[in-house]
């Protein structure tokens, strides 16, 4: 089909070119005509893959991120959220988790895509092991839908940790001892759009000190989110 399509807009070409019986004004029409086509041909082929095979397609240059930028990113983050856990036992595991599309596997970038999960940026627990983090990712990911919605209201939620997900955690997590949790939505500094969100999970604490934890997770949140830019781009990390 592509070879159809050549030889067709190399058969007009042809019948474009000048030729030594046509007149100056002639001449001047047929190349003013030809160099037209060429530049709509260039334009229609460019950014498909045969302008990509042509060389045509405008190559994009992907930011790129050193090592340091990413541990420097991720470094902060944890230090943001392990601050509320360290400073109290009853502040049993605080966690950063992301907003990923799941066509693309990026952080999401439209309020509009419906195919998400939540995956762990950076986590604070009291255990030397991390191999139950699937059992949070999961049991988060079952109540996503519940608070996706308010969170891009921009408040925080806590309350008790419900049954069903309590359940499924103490099955996953020896001697789990939370019992209910606070949520804070962390938005891109540009562009605003719900990235990520912070979350800890307390035992048994009263109103007061629910609601002490709670204003320091935005606390948290907030600084959190200068890290957080639009998300617009791809980035690509060096390794030498």
């Not at 109540?143 to 996706?148: A, C, D, S, V």
């Not at 204003?215 to 949140?221: E, F, G, S, V």
């Amino acid at each position: 089909m592509i070879e159809k399509i050549i030889n067709a807009v190399l058969d007009v070409v042809k019948s474009l070119l000048p030729n030594q019986n046509l007149s100056t004004p002639a001449w001047i029409i047929r190349l003013s005509v030809l160099g037209v086509l060429v530049v709509g041909i260039v334009v229609g082929i460019k950014d498909t893959p045969l302008g990509d095979r042509l060389g045509l397609s405008k190559q994009v240059e992907l930011p790129l991120l050193t090592h340091t930028e990413v541990v420097k990113n991720f470094r902060q983050s944890y230090e943001e959220i392990s601050q509320l856990r360290e400073s109290d036992p009853n502040v049993r595991a605080t966690f950063l988790v992301a907003l990923i599309d799941n066509s693309t596997n990026n952080i999401v970038q439209s309020q509009n895509i419906k195919d998400t999960r939540l995956m762990f940026w950076a986590w604070s627990v009291p255990v030397d092991k991390y191999s139950y983090l699937d059992v949070f990712e999961r049991a988060f990911n079952s109540i996503k839908g519940e608070f996706q919605a308010k969170l891009n209201d921009g408040s925080c939620l806590s309350g008790e940790i419900q049954k069903p997900v309590l359940e499924q955690l103490k099955r996953g997590v020896y001697d789990f001892q939370s019992t209910h949790f606070s949520v804070c939505p962390v938005f891109t500094s540009q562009n605003k759009r719900l990235v990520t969100a912070a979350i800890a999970l307390y035992k048994q604490p009263d109103s007061l000190q629910l609601y002490f934890y709670e204003d320091k997770l935005q606390r948290a949140a907030s600084a959190i989110s200068t890290l957080f830019y639009s998300f617009s781009e791809k980035y690509q990390i060096i390794f030498d």
